[in-house]
């Protein structure tokens, strides 16, 4: 997996859009976008991906730069339960292969 | 996608001795991994649990400490053996469906 990079922590306030950044410069053309994410004492939990269009899913949006570098995954109405770590991957589907974590962000969503 | 259940969730065990965690998908899947997650840390990968033939490890981590069983494409079992108090973690399993992972809730495991 191409490594990706990704800001330690977010805050975000209920209600308002949160916007996640990753920064995947080395990214292979076969690599899609995963962002997971993992609320405190949970297994992670998958979210959106995509290769280079922008996709959209009931639980977020993820929009992908052209030249495919970085991505940015939004959450459209934060609520206190999007508090989690998100995780963004770099990983080529279809063939089942290990999936490495990086650090990921922090977003914590205030009142 | 996959449902997994895993168990047990949570573990207080003597120094010295194993734990066996059980990881049950409720769908027939290729690929089954287990990774470790030490307090305030991302996940690392253990190893890659293969049907039918010996599990493939990381680094840093070998078949002797951490032997784990695949007979099926449904289930699997990772055992924590001679276990110190560096061994407590979070211990969660995963599996590949063609286009996502499916991860368990976890085995939070405390060694005393």
């Known amino acids: 997996d191409a490594k990706t990079t990704q800001p330690p922590s977010m805050d975000c306030a209920e209600g308002r859009a949160a916007n996640l950044p990753c920064n995947h410069s080395?990214?292979?053309?076969?690599?899609?976008v995963y962002w997971y994410r993992q609320i405190h004492s949970q297994g992670p939990q998958y979210i959106i991906h995509g290769l280079k269009n922008n996709e959209t899913n009931e639980m977020a949006s993820l929009i992908i730069t052209e030249d495919r570098k970085s991505s940015t995954l939004i959450l459209p109405h934060a609520t206190l339960r999007d508090t989690a770590v998100y995780y963004c991957?770099?990983?080529?589907?279809?063939?089942?292969?290990?999936?490495?974590f990086g650090t990921g962000t922090r977003l914590q969503v205030t009142l | 996608s996959a449902v997994i259940s895993q168990k047990p969730s949570r573990d207080i065990c003597q120094r010295g001795t194993s734990l066996t965690i059980q990881c049950q998908v409720d769908?027939?899947?290729?690929?089954m991994f287990w990774y470790r997650q030490q307090p305030g840390q991302s996940l690392t990968l253990i190893a890659t649990a293969n049907q039918g033939s010996e599990a493939t490890y990381e680094s840093g981590f070998v078949i002797d400490k951490f032997p784990i069983s695949r007979p099926n494409l449904t289930f699997s079992t990772l055992t924590v053996s001679n276990m110190s108090p560096e061994d407590s973690s979070i211990y969660l399993c995963?599996?590949?469906?063609?286009?996502?992972?499916?991860f368990g809730s976890g085995t939070r495991l405390t060694v005393v």
């Open positions: 995963s599996a590949a469906d063609p286009d996502r992972y499916t």
């Open positions: 769908s027939q899947v290729t690929m």
């Open positions: 991957i770099a990983h080529p589907t279809g063939t089942a292969s290990k999936l490495t």
């Open positions: 080395t990214i292979s053309g076969n690599e899609y």
